[in-house]
């Protein structure tokens, strides 16, 4: 478990794993613990993206590219702006090695990634139970071919609580800073 070592606070967290590993709920939640902004991922996917995740239909890098490179605008603004409150918090998939890559580019503070791990088991009940997501429980096994698991995360198990889970991300941030 670390978190990027230098001098100052971590500016930025990522929170990465596949579909329905509960990014988007661990990173509110992060972010009002550490009085930090919140970003999810999703909003920042272009239409065509949408439609065609909606239909079962899964994303190239081709596909990702703008939208990496949009997170990454986002984390660099928060990275500038040391002096707002908190860190800038982002639930993203990150599934691959060169994505998260992108998305840390150009950050000048520290920075951590944490990585919400879960089986294939573990969350495709989680994705035939919610509503309202356009993501279908079918492009799950897509998202595990995909992922490259981290060398340099933040991880913890998917399946415990929203606040044990951020309890341990914080003592790994207390730790590693």
Known sequence: MTAEKSEGIVRNIVVMGV??????????????????????????????????????IPLTDADRADWLDALNRWL????????????????CSALRESYRRTLFEGLTHPRALVYLKGTYDEIEPRMR????????????????????????????????????????????LSAAG
Request: aromatic share 4%; hydrophobic share 35%; with cysteine.
């Open 76 to 91: 660099r603004a928060a990275d500038r702006n040391p002096a707002e409150s908190g860190p800038g918090i982002l639930a």
């Open 129 to 172: 139970n919610r509503s309202g997501h356009y993501m279908p429980p079918e492009l799950l096994q897509s998202q595990f071919e995909t992922l490259e698991e981290p060398a340099d995360a933040i991880t913890i198990p998917a399946t415990l609580s929203v606040e044990t889970i951020v309890e341990r991300c914080c003592e790994a």
């Open 19 to 56: 579909c329905g590993c509960g990014k988007t709920t661990v990173g509110r939640a992060l972010a009002v613990r550490l009085e930090g902004r919140f970003a999810d991922a999703d909003a920042f996917h272009p239409p065509e993206n949408i439609d065609k995740m909606r239909a079962g």
